[in-house]
Protein backbone atom coordinates (compact mmCIF):
# COMPACT_ATOMS: atom_id res chain seq x y z
CA UNK A 1 0.00 0.00 0.00
CA UNK A 2 1.35 3.45 -0.93
CA UNK A 3 2.08 6.03 1.75
CA UNK A 4 3.06 8.79 -0.58
CA UNK A 5 1.05 8.69 -3.68
CA UNK A 6 1.85 11.85 -6.06
CA UNK A 7 -0.53 12.51 -8.99
CA UNK A 8 0.03 15.06 -12.31
CA UNK A 9 2.06 17.50 -9.46
CA UNK A 10 3.59 20.22 -11.34
CA UNK A 11 5.68 22.90 -9.98
CA UNK A 12 6.32 26.08 -11.28
CA UNK A 13 8.85 29.41 -9.88
CA UNK A 14 8.15 32.35 -11.42
CA UNK A 15 6.31 33.88 -14.29
CA UNK A 16 6.19 35.17 -18.17
CA UNK A 17 9.45 34.24 -19.73
CA UNK A 18 11.06 34.31 -16.30
CA UNK A 19 8.77 31.11 -15.71
CA UNK A 20 10.98 27.93 -14.89
CA UNK A 21 9.18 24.49 -14.79
CA UNK A 22 10.83 22.54 -11.70
CA UNK A 23 8.58 19.36 -11.46
CA UNK A 24 6.38 18.82 -14.82
CA UNK A 25 3.12 16.17 -13.97
CA UNK A 26 4.99 13.66 -12.08
CA UNK A 27 2.80 10.75 -10.69
CA UNK A 28 4.93 8.53 -8.23
CA UNK A 29 3.58 5.87 -5.53
CA UNK A 30 6.15 5.34 -2.50
CA UNK A 31 5.08 2.06 -0.97
CA UNK A 32 5.58 1.35 2.83
CA UNK A 33 8.30 -0.61 3.71
CA UNK A 34 10.39 0.88 0.41
CA UNK A 35 13.20 3.20 -0.49
CA UNK A 36 13.07 4.93 -3.87
CA UNK A 37 16.33 6.25 -5.00
CA UNK A 38 16.03 9.57 -6.57
CA UNK A 39 18.76 10.43 -9.33
CA UNK A 40 18.91 13.10 -11.80
CA UNK A 41 21.55 16.09 -12.64
CA UNK A 42 21.54 19.04 -10.89
CA UNK A 43 17.70 21.20 -11.64
CA UNK A 44 16.40 18.10 -13.13
CA UNK A 45 13.92 18.81 -10.29
CA UNK A 46 14.66 16.15 -7.47
CA UNK A 47 15.01 18.70 -4.61
CA UNK A 48 12.05 20.30 -5.43
CA UNK A 49 10.22 16.78 -5.96
CA UNK A 50 11.41 16.07 -2.25
CA UNK A 51 10.51 19.49 -0.55
CA UNK A 52 6.52 19.29 -2.45
CA UNK A 53 6.58 15.62 -0.71
CA UNK A 54 7.33 17.54 2.80
CA UNK A 55 5.02 20.23 2.04
CA UNK A 56 7.94 22.69 2.24
CA UNK A 57 6.86 24.20 -1.11
CA UNK A 58 3.05 23.58 -2.84
CA UNK A 59 2.48 22.17 -5.55
CA UNK A 60 1.46 24.76 -8.66
CA UNK A 61 -1.09 21.53 -9.96
CA UNK A 62 -1.70 18.03 -8.47
CA UNK A 63 -1.88 16.35 -5.55
CA UNK A 64 0.14 15.04 -3.10
CA UNK A 65 -1.51 12.50 -0.25
CA UNK A 66 0.55 10.85 2.65
CA UNK A 67 -1.66 8.30 4.21
CA UNK A 68 -4.59 8.89 1.84
CA UNK A 69 -4.46 12.20 3.75
CA UNK A 70 -4.58 15.21 0.67
CA UNK A 71 -1.71 17.38 1.81
CA UNK A 72 -1.42 19.42 -1.35
CA UNK A 73 -3.50 22.39 0.46
CA UNK A 74 -2.22 22.43 3.88
CA UNK A 75 -2.36 25.68 5.69
CA UNK A 76 0.71 27.29 7.32
CA UNK A 77 -0.02 25.59 11.15
CA UNK A 78 -0.96 22.14 9.37
CA UNK A 79 2.05 22.17 7.68
CA UNK A 80 4.45 22.51 10.83
CA UNK A 81 2.17 19.81 12.23
CA UNK A 82 2.65 17.42 9.53
CA UNK A 83 6.24 18.22 9.07
CA UNK A 84 6.67 17.50 12.78
CA UNK A 85 5.17 14.05 13.10
CA UNK A 86 4.29 12.26 9.83
CA UNK A 87 7.48 13.29 8.29
CA UNK A 88 11.48 12.85 8.78
CA UNK A 89 13.87 15.07 6.82
CA UNK A 90 17.41 13.96 6.68
CA UNK A 91 19.76 17.02 4.82
CA UNK A 92 22.21 17.19 2.80
CA UNK A 93 25.46 18.29 4.89
CA UNK A 94 25.53 19.28 8.17
CA UNK A 95 21.87 19.52 10.26
CA UNK A 96 22.65 19.49 13.44
CA UNK A 97 21.94 22.11 15.98
CA UNK A 98 26.07 22.93 16.31
CA UNK A 99 25.75 23.44 20.27
CA UNK A 100 23.68 20.50 21.22
CA UNK A 101 24.73 17.03 22.06
CA UNK A 102 23.90 14.06 19.92
CA UNK A 103 21.35 13.09 22.13
CA UNK A 104 20.12 16.60 22.45
CA UNK A 105 19.64 16.55 18.67
CA UNK A 106 17.10 13.59 19.05
CA UNK A 107 15.40 15.26 21.97
CA UNK A 108 14.88 19.24 20.11
CA UNK A 109 12.09 17.69 17.93
CA UNK A 110 9.91 16.93 21.72
CA UNK A 111 10.18 20.90 22.38
CA UNK A 112 7.90 21.35 19.53
CA UNK A 113 4.89 20.10 21.10
CA UNK A 114 2.19 16.80 20.65
CA UNK A 115 4.71 14.22 22.23
CA UNK A 116 5.38 12.54 25.61
CA UNK A 117 8.83 13.66 26.53
CA UNK A 118 9.42 10.64 28.70
CA UNK A 119 8.29 8.58 25.49
CA UNK A 120 10.37 10.78 23.40
CA UNK A 121 13.99 9.88 25.71
CA UNK A 122 13.34 6.14 25.97
CA UNK A 123 13.30 6.58 21.71
CA UNK A 124 16.29 9.06 21.50
CA UNK A 125 18.28 6.30 23.54
CA UNK A 126 17.16 3.33 21.60
CA UNK A 127 18.13 5.01 18.26
CA UNK A 128 21.07 6.24 19.56
CA UNK A 129 21.74 2.13 20.06
CA UNK A 130 20.57 0.64 17.18
CA UNK A 131 22.72 3.11 14.86
CA UNK A 132 25.69 2.62 16.83
CA UNK A 133 25.91 6.25 18.61
CA UNK A 134 26.12 4.98 22.25
CA UNK A 135 29.03 6.12 22.71
CA UNK A 136 29.14 9.62 21.45
CA UNK A 137 25.35 10.55 22.62
CA UNK A 138 26.84 13.20 24.74
CA UNK A 139 29.30 15.06 21.93
CA UNK A 140 28.48 18.23 20.61
CA UNK A 141 27.31 18.17 17.37
CA UNK A 142 30.57 19.60 16.11
CA UNK A 143 32.88 17.37 17.30
CA UNK A 144 30.97 14.42 15.47
CA UNK A 145 32.74 12.89 12.18
CA UNK A 146 30.25 13.44 9.12
CA UNK A 147 29.09 9.56 9.28
CA UNK A 148 27.99 9.59 12.29
CA UNK A 149 26.34 13.19 12.27
CA UNK A 150 24.42 11.72 9.45
CA UNK A 151 23.38 8.81 11.51
CA UNK A 152 22.31 11.25 13.88
CA UNK A 153 19.95 13.08 11.22
CA UNK A 154 18.87 9.58 10.39
CA UNK A 155 17.47 8.92 14.20
CA UNK A 156 16.52 12.40 14.29
CA UNK A 157 14.06 12.00 11.57
CA UNK A 158 13.14 8.63 13.13
CA UNK A 159 12.21 9.91 16.14
CA UNK A 160 8.56 10.88 15.66
CA UNK A 161 8.12 7.84 14.11
CA UNK A 162 6.88 8.89 10.74
CA UNK A 163 5.62 7.44 8.33
CA UNK A 164 7.73 8.81 5.54
CA UNK A 165 11.17 9.91 5.25
CA UNK A 166 12.86 12.33 2.90
CA UNK A 167 16.40 12.13 2.35
CA UNK A 168 18.43 14.78 0.23
CA UNK A 169 21.96 13.42 -0.78
CA UNK A 170 23.15 11.83 2.59
CA UNK A 171 26.40 10.57 1.37
CA UNK A 172 27.48 13.96 -0.49
CA UNK A 173 30.07 15.05 2.39
CA UNK A 174 31.20 11.25 2.83
CA UNK A 175 33.69 9.31 1.24
CA UNK A 176 32.12 5.92 -0.09
CA UNK A 177 33.16 3.42 2.72
CA UNK A 178 30.91 5.96 5.24
CA UNK A 179 28.25 6.52 2.70
CA UNK A 180 27.57 2.77 2.28
CA UNK A 181 27.35 2.20 6.69
CA UNK A 182 24.97 5.08 6.48
CA UNK A 183 22.26 4.44 3.44
CA UNK A 184 22.84 1.00 5.08
CA UNK A 185 21.97 2.05 8.67
CA UNK A 186 18.66 4.40 6.90
CA UNK A 187 17.80 1.52 4.48
CA UNK A 188 17.64 -0.90 7.76
CA UNK A 189 15.81 1.44 9.40
CA UNK A 190 13.13 1.89 6.60
CA UNK A 191 12.41 -1.79 6.23
CA UNK A 192 12.76 -3.30 9.67
CA UNK A 193 10.25 0.01 10.67
CA UNK A 194 8.30 0.07 7.25
CA UNK A 195 8.67 3.74 6.74
CA UNK A 196 8.66 4.72 2.82
CA UNK A 197 11.45 6.48 1.62
CA UNK A 198 12.59 8.70 -0.55
CA UNK A 199 16.20 9.19 -1.18
CA UNK A 200 17.81 11.94 -3.37
CA UNK A 201 21.40 11.16 -4.60
CA UNK A 202 23.52 11.39 -7.63
CA UNK A 203 25.75 8.56 -6.51
CA UNK A 204 24.89 5.86 -9.04
CA UNK A 205 26.54 3.22 -6.00
CA UNK A 206 24.35 4.32 -3.44
CA UNK A 207 21.32 4.55 -5.98
CA UNK A 208 21.48 1.13 -6.51
CA UNK A 209 21.15 0.16 -2.72
CA UNK A 210 17.86 1.00 -3.07
CA UNK A 211 14.58 -0.90 -3.58
CA UNK A 212 13.97 1.49 -6.74
CA UNK A 213 15.30 4.05 -8.88
CA UNK A 214 13.73 6.55 -10.06
CA UNK A 215 15.38 8.96 -12.80
CA UNK A 216 14.07 11.94 -13.30
CA UNK A 217 15.18 14.85 -16.12
CA UNK A 218 14.01 18.20 -16.83
CA UNK A 219 11.52 17.89 -13.92
CA UNK A 220 9.65 14.73 -15.39
CA UNK A 221 10.43 10.91 -14.71
CA UNK A 222 12.13 9.23 -17.45
CA UNK A 223 12.39 5.65 -15.30
CA UNK A 224 11.13 4.02 -12.98
CA UNK A 225 12.78 0.34 -12.45
CA UNK A 226 13.48 -1.70 -9.41
CA UNK A 227 17.07 -1.66 -8.83
CA UNK A 228 16.72 -5.44 -9.29
CA UNK A 229 15.98 -4.93 -13.12
CA UNK A 230 19.13 -2.62 -12.99
CA UNK A 231 21.39 -5.35 -11.94
CA UNK B 1 15.10 25.10 26.31
CA UNK B 2 17.15 25.36 23.35
CA UNK B 3 17.52 29.45 24.39
CA UNK B 4 19.30 28.81 27.91
CA UNK B 5 21.31 25.91 26.44
CA UNK B 6 22.73 27.90 23.63
CA UNK B 7 23.36 31.06 26.26
CA UNK B 8 25.05 27.84 28.24
CA UNK B 9 26.81 26.64 25.68
CA UNK B 10 28.09 30.01 24.07
CA UNK B 11 29.28 32.24 27.10
CA UNK B 12 31.76 34.02 25.65
CA UNK B 13 29.22 35.55 22.84
CA UNK B 14 26.69 35.98 25.52
CA UNK B 15 28.78 37.19 27.97
CA UNK B 16 30.42 39.70 25.59
CA UNK B 17 26.94 40.94 24.94
CA UNK B 18 25.64 40.93 28.80
CA UNK B 19 28.47 43.00 29.54
CA UNK B 20 28.20 45.60 27.01
CA UNK B 21 24.21 45.33 28.24
CA UNK B 22 25.39 45.91 31.50
CA UNK B 23 27.55 48.71 30.86
CA UNK B 24 24.86 51.18 29.15
CA UNK B 25 22.74 50.12 32.09
CA UNK B 26 25.06 50.99 34.10
CA UNK B 27 25.19 54.58 32.32
CA UNK B 28 21.66 54.89 32.52
CA UNK B 29 21.46 54.06 36.31
CA UNK B 30 24.21 56.77 36.45
CA UNK B 31 22.88 59.19 34.70
CA UNK B 32 19.07 58.75 36.30
CA UNK B 33 20.89 58.97 39.32
CA UNK B 34 22.69 62.34 38.35
CA UNK B 35 19.38 63.66 37.55
CA UNK B 36 17.80 62.74 41.26
CA UNK B 37 20.66 64.53 42.51
CA UNK B 38 20.68 67.38 41.06
CA UNK B 39 17.07 67.86 41.40
CA UNK B 40 17.62 67.57 44.97
CA UNK B 41 20.63 70.09 44.74
CA UNK B 42 18.32 72.25 43.35
CA UNK B 43 15.43 72.54 45.87
CA UNK B 44 14.78 70.07 47.47
CA UNK B 45 14.91 72.89 50.78
CA UNK B 46 12.24 74.20 49.58
CA UNK B 47 10.27 71.21 48.53
CA UNK B 48 10.45 69.90 52.29
CA UNK B 49 9.34 72.82 54.14
CA UNK B 50 5.99 71.95 55.46
CA UNK B 51 3.18 73.58 53.65
CA UNK B 52 1.88 72.80 50.10
CA UNK B 53 1.59 76.62 48.37
CA UNK B 54 4.14 79.24 47.98
CA UNK B 55 3.19 82.90 47.71
CA UNK B 56 5.80 84.85 45.33
CA UNK B 57 5.49 88.60 44.44
CA UNK B 58 3.90 88.92 41.41
CA UNK B 59 6.81 90.85 39.34
CA UNK B 60 9.02 88.10 40.41
CA UNK B 61 8.48 85.67 37.49
CA UNK B 62 7.95 82.99 40.08
CA UNK B 63 11.81 83.23 40.98
CA UNK B 64 12.18 82.59 44.69
CA UNK B 65 15.31 85.39 43.85
CA UNK B 66 13.66 88.08 42.78
CA UNK B 67 10.69 87.48 44.94
CA UNK B 68 10.35 90.44 47.78
CA UNK B 69 7.26 90.73 49.53
CA UNK B 70 5.86 93.50 51.74
CA UNK B 71 4.43 93.75 55.29
CA UNK B 72 0.95 94.60 53.24
CA UNK B 73 1.46 91.50 50.95
CA UNK B 74 2.03 89.13 53.72
CA UNK B 75 -0.94 90.56 55.54
CA UNK B 76 -3.45 89.96 52.89
CA UNK B 77 -1.86 86.70 52.07
CA UNK B 78 -2.47 85.04 55.97
CA UNK B 79 -6.31 86.98 55.47
CA UNK B 80 -7.24 84.74 52.09
CA UNK B 81 -9.91 82.33 52.53
CA UNK B 82 -8.68 78.89 51.77
CA UNK B 83 -4.95 80.01 54.23
CA UNK B 84 -5.33 77.43 57.70
CA UNK B 85 -1.83 78.82 57.93
CA UNK B 86 0.98 80.98 56.34
CA UNK B 87 4.29 82.16 57.70
CA UNK B 88 7.04 84.73 56.02
CA UNK B 89 10.11 83.49 55.21
CA UNK B 90 12.99 84.93 53.60
CA UNK B 91 16.31 83.60 51.07
CA UNK B 92 19.42 84.92 50.51
CA UNK B 93 23.19 83.66 49.44
CA UNK B 94 26.09 83.88 52.02
CA UNK B 95 29.73 82.88 51.58
CA UNK B 96 30.64 81.26 54.68
CA UNK B 97 33.89 80.77 55.78
CA UNK B 98 34.06 77.63 58.20
CA UNK B 99 37.90 76.97 58.30
CA UNK B 100 41.13 79.28 57.31
CA UNK B 101 41.08 79.99 54.10
CA UNK B 102 37.87 77.47 53.87
CA UNK B 103 34.43 78.68 52.52
CA UNK B 104 31.63 77.55 50.38
CA UNK B 105 28.04 79.23 49.90
CA UNK B 106 25.15 78.23 51.80
CA UNK B 107 21.10 78.75 51.30
CA UNK B 108 20.24 80.76 54.30
CA UNK B 109 16.59 81.06 54.77
CA UNK B 110 14.91 82.89 57.17
CA UNK B 111 11.82 81.83 59.28
CA UNK B 112 9.90 82.89 62.31
CA UNK B 113 10.88 81.13 65.22
CA UNK B 114 8.44 78.04 66.45
CA UNK B 115 6.48 78.77 63.35
CA UNK B 116 5.64 75.45 60.97
CA UNK B 117 7.80 76.75 58.26
CA UNK B 118 11.13 76.32 60.89
CA UNK B 119 12.38 72.92 59.99
CA UNK B 120 12.08 69.80 62.82
CA UNK B 121 15.42 69.89 63.98
CA UNK B 122 17.22 66.62 64.13
CA UNK B 123 20.00 67.07 66.53
CA UNK B 124 20.18 69.83 68.88
CA UNK B 125 17.42 72.19 69.26
CA UNK B 126 14.98 75.01 67.49
CA UNK B 127 16.16 79.00 67.15
CA UNK B 128 15.86 80.79 70.16
CA UNK B 129 17.45 83.98 69.18
CA UNK B 130 18.47 86.13 66.29
CA UNK B 131 22.00 84.82 66.83
CA UNK B 132 20.93 80.83 66.55
CA UNK B 133 21.68 79.28 63.14
CA UNK B 134 20.05 75.69 62.09
CA UNK B 135 22.44 73.97 59.90
CA UNK B 136 21.96 71.14 57.21
CA UNK B 137 23.48 67.54 57.38
CA UNK B 138 25.02 68.05 54.18
CA UNK B 139 27.16 71.15 56.02
CA UNK B 140 28.01 69.27 58.54
CA UNK B 141 29.41 66.30 55.99
CA UNK B 142 31.15 69.16 54.02
CA UNK B 143 32.55 71.77 56.69
CA UNK B 144 32.25 69.29 59.44
CA UNK B 145 30.98 71.76 61.69
CA UNK B 146 29.24 70.76 64.88
CA UNK B 147 26.54 72.05 67.61
CA UNK B 148 27.51 74.66 69.71
CA UNK B 149 30.43 76.36 66.60
CA UNK B 150 30.14 79.77 65.21
CA UNK B 151 29.81 80.20 61.60
CA UNK B 152 30.28 84.20 60.57
CA UNK B 153 28.06 85.49 57.48
CA UNK B 154 28.84 88.28 55.94
CA UNK B 155 26.12 91.56 56.89
CA UNK B 156 27.55 94.70 54.68
CA UNK B 157 31.51 95.35 55.32
CA UNK B 158 30.96 93.31 58.49
CA UNK B 159 30.06 89.67 59.46
CA UNK B 160 28.09 88.80 61.92
CA UNK B 161 28.42 85.63 64.26
CA UNK B 162 25.86 83.16 64.10
CA UNK B 163 26.25 79.74 67.03
CA UNK B 164 25.02 76.22 65.11
CA UNK B 165 22.18 74.81 67.68
CA UNK B 166 20.76 72.39 65.52
CA UNK B 167 21.08 70.12 62.81
CA UNK B 168 18.24 69.66 60.69
CA UNK B 169 17.47 67.20 57.24
CA UNK B 170 16.48 69.79 54.58
CA UNK B 171 18.90 68.91 51.96
CA UNK B 172 19.67 71.89 49.77
CA UNK B 173 18.40 75.26 47.36
CA UNK B 174 20.21 76.02 44.72
CA UNK B 175 22.62 73.26 44.84
CA UNK B 176 23.65 75.07 48.09
CA UNK B 177 23.17 73.66 51.47
CA UNK B 178 20.56 74.98 53.52
CA UNK B 179 20.69 77.14 56.88
CA UNK B 180 17.79 78.99 58.91
CA UNK B 181 17.71 82.24 60.79
CA UNK B 182 15.29 84.02 62.00
CA UNK B 183 13.73 85.99 59.75
CA UNK B 184 14.62 89.77 61.68
CA UNK B 185 18.45 88.11 61.40
CA UNK B 186 17.53 87.47 57.86
CA UNK B 187 16.46 91.03 56.76
CA UNK B 188 19.47 92.12 58.27
CA UNK B 189 21.74 90.12 55.82
CA UNK B 190 19.69 91.21 53.34
CA UNK B 191 19.11 94.90 53.61
CA UNK B 192 22.34 95.56 56.04
CA UNK B 193 20.31 97.76 58.68
CA UNK B 194 18.47 99.87 56.44
CA UNK B 195 15.02 100.02 57.89
CA UNK B 196 13.48 102.12 54.87
CA UNK B 197 13.58 99.41 52.04
CA UNK B 198 13.47 96.19 54.35
CA UNK B 199 11.03 93.94 53.29
CA UNK B 200 8.77 91.88 54.99
CA UNK B 201 9.76 87.85 53.34
CA UNK B 202 11.04 86.54 50.17
CA UNK B 203 7.77 84.13 50.15
CA UNK B 204 5.07 83.00 52.21
CA UNK B 205 4.73 79.56 53.08
CA UNK B 206 1.12 78.40 53.37
CA UNK B 207 -0.91 75.62 54.24
CA UNK B 208 -4.30 75.72 52.90
CA UNK B 209 -6.88 74.71 49.61
CA UNK B 210 -7.81 75.93 46.36
CA UNK B 211 -5.36 78.41 46.76
CA UNK B 212 -3.20 78.00 43.15
CA UNK B 213 -3.44 80.44 41.02
CA UNK B 214 -4.92 83.03 43.54
CA UNK B 215 -3.50 86.45 42.88
CA UNK B 216 -3.63 89.97 44.95
CA UNK B 217 -2.22 93.46 43.81
CA UNK B 218 1.60 92.34 44.64
CA UNK B 219 1.57 88.89 44.94
CA UNK B 220 0.79 85.65 43.32
CA UNK B 221 0.32 81.71 44.61
CA UNK B 222 1.18 78.70 43.04
CA UNK B 223 1.77 74.93 44.88
CA UNK B 224 5.13 74.14 46.07
CA UNK B 225 5.83 71.75 43.32
CA UNK B 226 4.97 74.60 40.87
CA UNK B 227 7.76 76.36 42.45
CA UNK B 228 10.24 74.09 43.14
CA UNK B 229 9.92 73.51 39.02
CA UNK B 230 10.66 77.57 38.59
CA UNK B 231 13.35 77.88 40.38
CA UNK B 232 16.42 78.97 37.54
CA UNK B 233 17.67 75.88 35.64
CA UNK B 234 15.94 73.17 36.83
CA UNK B 235 13.69 72.77 34.09
CA UNK B 236 16.69 72.83 31.91
CA UNK B 237 18.33 70.74 33.74
CA UNK B 238 15.88 67.87 34.17
CA UNK B 239 15.14 67.50 30.14
CA UNK B 240 19.33 67.65 29.49
CA UNK B 241 19.36 64.30 32.26
CA UNK B 242 16.31 63.42 30.57
CA UNK B 243 17.49 63.74 27.43
CA UNK B 244 20.51 61.67 28.20
CA UNK B 245 18.51 58.90 29.61
CA UNK B 246 16.36 58.44 26.28
CA UNK B 247 19.85 58.95 24.48
CA UNK B 248 21.61 55.69 26.42
CA UNK B 249 17.86 53.90 26.40
CA UNK B 250 17.55 53.88 22.69
CA UNK B 251 21.85 53.30 22.30
CA UNK B 252 21.30 50.30 24.46
CA UNK B 253 18.11 49.16 21.98
CA UNK B 254 20.26 49.56 18.94
CA UNK B 255 23.26 47.53 20.60
CA UNK B 256 20.80 44.97 21.47
CA UNK B 257 18.70 45.03 18.35
CA UNK B 258 22.12 44.71 16.27
CA UNK B 259 23.65 42.09 18.05
CA UNK B 260 20.89 39.62 18.16
CA UNK B 261 19.93 40.75 13.50
CA UNK B 262 23.71 39.65 13.46
CA UNK B 263 22.83 36.38 15.60
CA UNK B 264 19.61 35.89 13.82
CA UNK B 265 21.43 36.18 10.07
CA UNK B 266 24.34 33.53 11.40
CA UNK B 267 21.46 30.64 12.17
CA UNK B 268 19.20 31.19 9.15
CA UNK B 269 20.06 27.88 8.26
CA UNK B 270 19.90 26.66 11.30
CA UNK B 271 16.38 28.02 11.79
CA UNK B 272 15.09 26.86 8.36
CA UNK B 273 16.40 22.99 9.17
CA UNK B 274 14.30 23.36 12.65
CA UNK B 275 10.85 25.14 10.80
CA UNK B 276 11.67 21.97 8.38
CA UNK B 277 11.63 19.20 11.08
CA UNK B 278 7.98 21.26 12.76
CA UNK B 279 9.16 23.95 14.95
CA UNK B 280 6.56 26.21 14.79
CA UNK B 281 7.56 29.66 13.95
CA UNK B 282 6.06 31.46 17.78
CA UNK B 283 8.19 28.72 19.23
CA UNK B 284 11.69 29.66 17.73
CA UNK B 285 10.84 33.85 18.21
CA UNK B 286 10.05 32.92 21.81
CA UNK B 287 13.21 31.04 21.94
CA UNK B 288 15.19 34.49 20.31
CA UNK B 289 13.22 36.57 23.07
CA UNK B 290 13.88 34.21 26.10
CA UNK B 291 17.85 35.21 25.32
CA UNK B 292 17.11 39.02 24.48
CA UNK B 293 15.27 39.00 27.95
CA UNK B 294 18.27 36.46 29.68
CA UNK B 295 20.80 39.27 28.51
CA UNK B 296 18.99 42.59 29.32
CA UNK B 297 18.13 41.07 33.16
CA UNK B 298 21.25 39.77 33.80
CA UNK B 299 23.18 42.82 32.42
CA UNK B 300 20.73 45.08 34.12
CA UNK B 301 21.47 42.95 37.59
CA UNK B 302 24.95 43.45 36.95
CA UNK B 303 24.35 47.44 36.52
CA UNK B 304 22.52 47.51 39.44
CA UNK B 305 25.30 45.66 41.66
CA UNK B 306 28.08 48.20 40.13
CA UNK B 307 25.92 51.18 40.87
CA UNK B 308 25.77 49.85 44.71
CA UNK B 309 29.43 49.40 44.58
CA UNK B 310 29.78 53.19 43.37
CA UNK B 311 28.34 54.43 45.70
CA UNK B 312 29.72 52.53 48.59
CA UNK B 313 32.89 53.75 47.19
CA UNK B 314 33.89 56.41 44.95
CA UNK B 315 30.86 58.48 45.81
CA UNK B 316 30.74 58.22 49.58
CA UNK B 317 32.76 61.36 49.88
CA UNK B 318 28.86 63.30 48.90
CA UNK B 319 30.89 65.71 46.44
CA UNK B 320 29.20 64.36 43.66
CA UNK B 321 25.32 64.89 43.28
CA UNK B 322 24.06 61.72 42.20
CA UNK B 323 21.10 59.98 44.60
CA UNK B 324 20.91 55.93 43.92
CA UNK B 325 16.69 55.30 45.06
CA UNK B 326 15.72 51.90 44.20
CA UNK B 327 12.81 53.00 42.43
CA UNK B 328 15.62 55.22 40.18
CA UNK B 329 17.53 51.27 39.52
CA UNK B 330 14.26 49.42 39.23
CA UNK B 331 12.09 52.10 36.50
CA UNK B 332 16.16 52.32 34.53
CA UNK B 333 16.47 48.37 34.68
CA UNK B 334 12.92 47.61 33.44
CA UNK B 335 13.62 50.32 30.94
CA UNK B 336 16.88 48.44 29.56
CA UNK B 337 15.05 45.15 29.56
CA UNK B 338 11.85 46.68 27.32
CA UNK B 339 14.52 49.11 24.90
CA UNK B 340 16.31 45.62 24.74
CA UNK B 341 13.14 43.54 23.90
CA UNK B 342 12.30 46.86 21.41
CA UNK B 343 15.59 46.64 19.85
CA UNK B 344 15.29 42.95 19.31
CA UNK B 345 11.95 42.82 17.72
CA UNK B 346 13.36 42.89 14.28
CA UNK B 347 14.99 39.90 14.89
CA UNK B 348 12.02 38.28 15.73
CA UNK B 349 10.61 39.33 12.87
CA UNK B 350 13.48 38.00 11.12
CA UNK B 351 12.93 34.78 12.34
CA UNK B 352 8.79 34.80 11.58
CA UNK B 353 9.66 35.38 7.83
CA UNK B 354 12.25 32.81 7.63
CA UNK B 355 11.18 30.43 4.71
CA UNK B 356 12.10 26.62 5.79
CA UNK B 357 12.21 25.66 1.98
CA UNK B 358 16.10 27.12 2.97
CA UNK B 359 16.75 23.74 4.82
CA UNK B 360 17.01 22.51 0.97
CA UNK B 361 19.05 24.71 -0.56
CA UNK B 362 22.37 24.29 2.05
CA UNK B 363 24.71 22.60 -0.95
Not at chain 1, 26 to 33: A, I, M
Not at chain 1, 183 to 198: F, M, N, P, T, Y
Not at chain 2, 259 to 282: D, E, H, M, N
Not at chain 2, 287 to 314: H, M, N, Y
Amino acid sequence: MAILELRDVSKSFGQGARRVDAVREVTLDVDRGEVVALEGPSGSGKTTLLALAGALLTPTAGEIRVDGDDITNYGGQARTRYRRDRVGFVFQGSNMVPFLTARENLLIVGQFGGADRTALRLRADELLEQLDLTAVRDQVATSLSGGERQRVAIARALMRDPSLLLVDEPTASLNFELGVLVVDALLSEVHQRQKACIMVTHDDRMAQRADRLVEIRDGRILADRSSFETL
Amino acid sequence: MLALVEIRRRKLQFGFVTGVVGLIAYLIIMVTGLGLGLYEAAGTALLRLNGDHLAYAANSNLSVIRSRLSDADVAQVQALPGVERASPIGYVAAVIEYAPEESDTAAIIGVIPGAFSEPEVVEGRPIGGPADILIDRSWVRVAGTRIGDTLALPVGFQTREFTVVGIVDQGYFFFQPAMFVDIASWQDLVFQGDAMEEPAASLVLIQGRDLDGVRGEGWRIVTKQDGFNNIEGVQAQQSTVDALRYMGLLIGAMVIGVFFYVITLQKVSLLGILKAIGAPGPYLVGQGLLQVLVVCVVGAALAVALAILTEATVLASDTIPIDFTTSAMTTSSVSVVIAGVVGSLLSARQVASIDPIIAMQQQ
